[in-house]
């Protein structure tokens, strides 16, 4: 009498972890689905290219500046909501206005050499933005040559 209520007993555990599987399983996929789902209605911010170089110039004229020129390829407003030099002597402008589907923009991105010792440099420029693709890295570089 007491194998049949244990077997009984058994069964009915087994069945609960089952239950329990097959829920968190159904979640896990419910919530797989809907990331898929919002991440084909998201901005992608495309540029043109993401490095610039300079060249060499002259210390006698040592503000020079690049834009950077991109498009939102995605399916919603794209926001740029930061730009953040790697230093002081470089500065990042861009328009904080939302950019539609399709719609192109820059971030113009200014080097002041002044002050600094002649020779190569590198900065970047970080972007957080809504984008598929969060936090985006620009880069400028060139020489600056002495004054002669």
Request: proline fraction near 2%; charged fraction near 25%.
């Amino acid at each position: 009498m007491f194998k049949e209520n244990s077997s009984f007993v058994n069964y009915s555990l087994k069945k609960r972890k089952d239950m329990k599987k097959t829920i968190l399983f159904s979640i896990i996929a419910l919530i797989i689905g809907c990331n898929k789902l919002s991440a084909q209605n998201e901005a992608e911010i495309k540029f043109d290219t993401l490095i610039h170089n300079f060249g060499t110039f002259s210390e006698k004229t040592p503000v020079v500046s690049y834009e950077f020129r991109f498009t939102n390829t995605g399916k919603s407003l794209l926001i740029i909501h930061q730009a953040v030099a790697s230093c002081g002597c470089t500065v990042a402008e861009f328009n904080k206005k939302p950019i539609a589907t399709g719609g192109t923009g820059t971030i113009k991105v200014t080097y002041n050499g002044t002050g600094k010792l002649p020779g190569y440099f590198k900065k970047s420029v970080t972007l957080r933005t809504n984008s598929k693709t969060e936090m985006i890295r620009l880069y400028i570089e060139g020489t600056m040559e002495a004054k002669k």
